[in-house]
């Protein structure tokens, strides 16, 4: 028997995060995200007792699916991708509220039927049920589903009150500034910004919520914040993998699309952006507009420019031998898609006008890492500097965002000994090592915000507009060079020479993580 009170699903959701009565619609539900991520997400919630006690699950696609497979597809993901093992209990609850219903995602009687199917849940529970329309499908078919929504009534039901619907988007949100205002259009055409929740799955991991925590909580880092003290800050997304199956995908978007635009540019802005006022949403997301607003338009051409991108080649990864991009299969022989790609952005504003900010993202890098790092300047009148016995570093202090969520602060000390000699030492802090290693993963904390309507974590409309557009000019320069200036790397290394120069204009170098 599950003990009441570790499984307070078994009795509905705990008090602090409540949550009206929810349907989860999950369009794309025969998908790979869908069995990786958010099936065993809603599991733990329900593990943690983080759903409301009238809650369920309907997946919605092409496939003619029965309510018992699409379950046993469930169960099967739980039972390889859930972080935890599969408890019989809690898995019999959800089973019973789980269903599947087939349809076009342009077909407007498919949409009735979802419109007949809630309302039969909500004549069995007796009271209404919040709509959370999660749409986890090719960009394709974004717009007719928003369509459709809107106008089988799903989009407008209990409009104004708690039980209004909602809904979520997966990136990628748009290809460049005019698709990202026209997908925009037709969310909010439908829906009001309030019930919009564009998700990027980076803001839901714990090192990149813990930003705001260590600026704001602790008063020996937030006066350090600023052009005054520190030198310069790196930003790296680096993944070991090549592009594998998703070629075909990857041709279309490159790096640039597919990892700076979105994840790199949103650890920058919570890493930059001014205190908010408070910490209710909307003014979270007014500072993170702010900071990407006064990044300065990116310098594309020319000995001064603030952009490289380079293809990897062929190389050593974990000992193994690797093909290089244009030996892929799926991959054009004369491709000129990225795989790398860095940026040299300038601030400008009062905080951080001067300060460097270095952004870079990459496959088939040395390692899968991703992390901001922080360089504070050398003190000044430094009586260590006056000679060469005294081995300094700058001090750097760097969240690490993934695989091993924590940070880290390089700091100088005194080695032991008569004389007096210096050495860099690192302090670290693990979330496995401090708190355990059974961490919620991202998209639990994000599918619990949209349930109860917090925001804070998710993207504004014009928040990703004002990314689209400082990206947007480089995607169209790079479109007309084709493959000039486009460098390559071997896969295995750090990335290619032209993305070194970017720093050693600055004389600075890329930190190896």
């Not at 003619?64 to 597809?73: A, L």
């Not at 602060?409 to 007096?420: D, H, M, R, S």
């Not at 090592?433 to 994000?446: D, H, I, K, M, V």
Request: aromatic share 10%.
């Amino acid at each position: 028997m599950v003990e009441e009170s570790r499984h307070p699903f078994l009795h509905g959701l705990s008090k602090h995060r409540g949550s009206p009565p929810t349907v989860i619609v999950i369009f794309g539900a025969s998908g790979d995200l869908t069995a990786r991520k958010l099936i065993p997400a809603i599991y733990n919630l329900a593990h943690d007792g983080l759903l409301p006690a009238d809650f369920y699950l309907i997946g919605f696609g092409r496939k003619p699916i029965p309510d018992t497979e699409f379950q046993q597809i469930a169960v099967d993901a739980i039972k390889e991708f859930s972080r935890r093992e599969l408890n019989s209990e809690v898995w019999a609850r959800l089973a019973r509220r789980t269903f599947y219903l087939s349809g076009g995602y342009d077909e407007a009687a498919a949409y009735d039927r979802l419109t007949q199917r809630i309302a039969g849940l909500e004549k069995e529970v007796g009271q209404p049920l919040q709509s959370l329309f999660y749409i986890s499908t090719p960009p394709s078919v974004f717009a007719p589903i928003l369509k459709n929504l809107g106008a089988s009534g799903l989009a407008a039901r209990y409009a104004q009150r708690a039980q209004q619907s909602k809904v979520i988007v997966e990136k990628p949100f748009g290809r460049d500034l005019a698709s990202a205002q026209a997908l925009n259009q037709e969310l909010t055409t439908v829906f009001a910004e309030s019930q919009v929740f564009r998700i990027d799955h980076y803001l839901g991991k714990e090192t990149v919520q813990d930003l705001l925590v260590q600026r704001f909580a602790n008063s020996i880092f937030e006066p350090l914040w600023n052009r005054h003290y520190i030198d310069s800050v790196q930003i790296t997304v680096a993944e070991e993998v090549g592009v594998g199956s998703r070629a075909g995908y990857y041709e279309q978007s490159g790096c640039l699309r597919d990892m700076i635009q979105n994840h790199t540019l949103q650890l920058l802005a919570l890493m930059a952006m001014e205190p908010p006022v408070s910490f209710d949403p909307e003014s979270i997301r007014d500072e993170k507009v702010k900071l990407l607003a006064a990044i300065q338009p990116l310098q594309l051409a020319g000995p001064a420019s603030d952009v490289a991108r380079a293809q990897y080649a062929a190389g050593m990864i974990a000992g193994e031998a690797v093909p290089g991009y244009l030996a892929e299969s799926a991959v054009q022989p004369n491709s000129a898609t990225e795989t790398y790609a860095a940026l040299r952005l300038n601030i400008n504003n009062a905080r951080w006008q001067g300060v460097p900010f270095y952004l870079r993202s990459g496959k088939r890098l040395a390692r899968r890492v991703s992390e901001i790092s922080i360089r504070f300047k050398r003190a000044s009148g430094n009586i260590f500097a006056e000679t060469e016995r005294f081995n300094l570093a700058p001090n750097t202090l760097s969240f690490q965002i993934q695989p091993d969520e924590g940070l880290s602060l390089i700091l100088n000390a005194k080695v032991p000994g008569l004389e007096t000699r210096t050495q860099p030492v690192k302090m670290n802090f693990r979330y496995a090592t401090t708190f355990g290693s059974n961490t919620p993963e991202a998209y639990e904390r994000l599918v619990l915000d949209a349930m109860i309507g917090d925001g804070t974590l998710f993207i504004r409309g014009d928040e990703t507009e004002r990314s689209w557009q400082l990206i947007t000019p480089l995607l169209d320069y790079w479109a007309g060079q084709g493959r000039v200036g486009l460098d390559t790397y071997p896969a295995g290394s750090w990335g290619p020479a032209n993305a070194a120069a970017l720093l050693q204009a600055n004389g600075h170098t890329w930190r190896e993580p």
